[in-house]
């Protein structure tokens, strides 16, 4: 049973240009979360998706920022115009019930180097 | 307001010595669950453990123990004897399902720890 898959590891990007970011659940995971780690932090919560809806996103940035889960194919994080501070590593999780209550089992995660 | 607090920025031990990662919590729900991750060099977050608030059990596995006190709303990580492959990044996160964001880990900002031989 394949784990949460997260592609690409690593994404570089000059400034103003657009990043995309996907992630494939575990299979029989309906639900799927979204972290930002910045250098030498924790992991920081986005959001939090199911399947063509969008439960929670308290923890996106206002602007330039969006995700969805579409009825098939993988969860994408979007981030237009990309400056140097989206520079971090972008980590996806996802669980087969909601919460945390059964874990969320987390991906590789993306880096996002913004030159 | 919830909150995980790791003190302890770095450590540095030398193998086979044991250490003890601090973690201490802040909720105000009286359900809620704690976890430990381990991240690697390498990047990949490894999950350790899950405890939920109504266990205070303290638990081993291997080299690794837990102790969960509620009563200093703290949920410590000791590794006995080290080894070099336990140098990693370690992160306490508090999960509350009623805590108003759902599906929200928080975590804490990691204690990086480093075996020597």
């Known amino acids: 049973n394949a784990g949460v898959m997260q592609n690409p590891r690593h994404l570089v990007r000059r400034r103003g240009q657009e990043a995309r970011l996907r992630c494939s659940p575990m299979?029989?995971?309906?639900?799927v979360y979204w972290y930002r780690q910045l250098p030498e932090e924790g992991l920081k919560f986005m959001v939090y998706l199911q399947k063509e809806n969008i439960i929670d996103e308290s923890g996106m940035p206002k602007e330039r920022f969006s995700a969805e889960f579409p009825k098939e194919g993988p969860s994408i994080l979007r981030i237009q115009q990309v400056v140097r501070g989206d520079s971090a590593a972008y980590f996806c999780?996802?669980?087969?019930?909601?919460?945390?209550?059964?874990?969320?089992?987390f991906g590789p995660g993306t880096r996002l180097t913004v030159l | 307001a919830q909150k995980v607090t790791q003190a302890q920025t770095e450590i540095s031990v030398v193998e086979k010595e044991d250490v003890t990662l601090d973690c201490v919590y802040e909720?105000?729900?009286?359900?809620?669950?704690l976890f430990w991750y381990k991240q690697p060099p390498s990047g990949e977050l490894v999950f350790l453990i899950r405890r939920n608030s109504f266990d205070e059990q303290n638990e081993i596995s291997g080299r690794y123990s837990w102790n969960f006190q509620k009563s200093t709303s703290s949920f410590n990580f000791t590794i006995t004897a080290s080894q070099v492959v336990d140098s990693a990044v370690y992160f306490c996160a508090l999960y509350s399902p009623y805590g108003g964001s759902q599906g929200n880990l928080i975590f804490g900002k990691g204690t990086k720890l480093s075996v020597k031989p």
């Open positions: 299979k029989g995971h309906s639900h």
């Open positions: 999780a996802s669980s087969p019930t909601s919460g945390s209550y059964n874990e969320q089992f």
């Open positions: 909720t105000r729900d009286t359900t809620y669950y």
